[in-house]
């Protein structure tokens, strides 16, 4: 069972990023799959949430508009598509599946699997 995040790199502000989350081993179908950043300094962050089986996205504010989180069932991966991209996005970002749902408290992701992080460096 594991999750690989890639996509991170350096980009200029106001470009845009897709991060992707794979899934082996077992079926992301049946899970709800969140993105999370933690820049230096300060704690990590859900930005975003997706239940897979339906589709339903969660978004938190300070990302709406900018970032689109969406699945390929067929390749069992969930992408993170991220656009007008701003200095403060800097983070390191990582995945993790649960099949508890979409939601903020640390219930939902108590005992899901995570990936590995992927860096987002915002910069000109």
């Known amino acids: 069972v594991q999750l690989q995040a890639s996509g991170g790199g350096l980009v200029q502000p106001g470009g845009s990023l897709r991060l992707s989350c794979a899934a082996s081993g077992f079926t992301l179908d049946s899970y709800s799959v969140g993105w999370f950043r933690q820049a230096p300094g300060k704690e990590r962050e859900e930005v975003s949430c997706?239940?897979?089986?339906?589709?339903?996205?969660h978004y938190v504010d300070s990302v709406k508009g900018r970032f689109f989180i969406s699945r390929d069932s067929a390749k069992n991966t969930v992408y993170l598509q991220m656009d007008s991209l701003k200095p403060e996005d800097t983070a390191v970002y990582s995945c993790?599946?649960?099949?508890?749902?979409?939601?903020?408290?640390?219930?939902?992701?108590?005992?899901?699997?995570w990936g590995q992080g992927t860096l987002v460096t915002v910069s000109s």
């Open positions: 997706i239940i897979v089986s339906i589709g339903k996205t």
């Open positions: 993790a599946a649960n099949d508890k749902g979409c939601g903020y408290s640390n219930w939902y992701w108590f005992g899901a699997y």
